[in-house]
């Protein structure tokens, strides 16, 4: 199976910095990344797609790069709303959609 | 607008069983393939199952195969996965999911949570 990591596991950060968090596969996934969001007691949000497709109704200070094993998801410029949890998943090896452990982003 | 609508969770014995259910509204059911996910307390995302359109084809993740059957009734428009031989390390809120059909999903439900424990 594909693992996925991320890094980092949290992090902290202030309004208006800009954030990158990494996502590494174990084998090569193409470009076959997607990005969520989640905050505490709410279901994920898609941000990005297919490594760089910015989900429609996101806003453009997110965006998605990489493609084999090495990805980032970059906020330009951080908003308060961004404050939450941010996942990677695979699915390039199906049937298993592996997502990774997540990276946290708090407020400094 | 869609709409996922998750139910059925709730507290069961270590052994027992369940079935949760998914209700669609908002776009066409049954042309999408159907995938559940799970998230322990403080944990993250675990990909559990998914079903094709059809309802023909289903995969799951080692660790619930055998246990859980993921099915679907395209005529109402609801997905369904029954649980069974539950473990304590099967509590979790579950999520159905939407494909986007470009790798990602995106729409969710709202979640149900399943507590499993004496």
């Known amino acids: 199976d594909i693992q996925m990591t991320q890094s980092p596991s949290s992090l902290s950060a202030s309004v208006g910095d800009r954030v990158t968090i990494t996502c590494r596969a174990s084998?090569?996934?193409?470009?076959?990344l997607n990005w969520y969001q989640q905050k505490p007691g709410k279901a994920p949000r898609l941000l990005i797609y297919?490594?760089?497709s910015l989900q429609s109704g996101v806003p453009s200070r997110f965006s998605g790069s990489g493609s084999g094993t090495d990805f980032t998801l970059t906020i330009s410029s951080l908003q308060p709303e961004d404050f939450a949890t941010y996942y990677c998943?695979?699915?390039?090896?199906?049937?298993?959609?592996?997502f990774g452990q997540g990276t946290k982003v708090e407020i400094k | 607008e869609v709409q996922l609508v998750e139910s059925g969770g709730g507290l069961v014995q270590p052994g027992g069983s369940l079935r949760l259910s998914c209700a669609a509204s908002?776009?066409?059911?049954?042309?999408?393939?159907m995938h559940w996910v799970r998230q322990a307390p403080g944990k993250g995302l675990v990909w559990v199952s998914r079903?094709?359109?059809?309802?023909?084809?289903?995969s799951y993740a080692d660790s619930v195969k055998g246990r859980f059957t993921i099915s679907r009734d395209n005529a109402k428009n609801t997905l369904y996965l029954q649980i069974n031989s539950l473990r304590a390390e099967d509590t979790a809120v579950y999520y159905c999911?939407?494909?986007?059909?470009?790798?990602?999903?995106?729409?969710w439900g709202q979640g149900t949570l399943v507590t499993v424990s004496s």
């Open positions: 297919a490594a760089s």
């Open positions: 999911a939407s494909p986007n059909g470009l790798g990602g999903f995106d729409y």
């Open positions: 908002g776009f066409t059911f049954s042309s999408y393939w």
């Open positions: 998943q695979q699915s390039y090896s199906t049937p298993s959609w592996t």
């Open positions: 079903i094709n359109s059809e309802g023909s084809s289903t």
């Open positions: 084998q090569s996934i193409s470009n076959y």
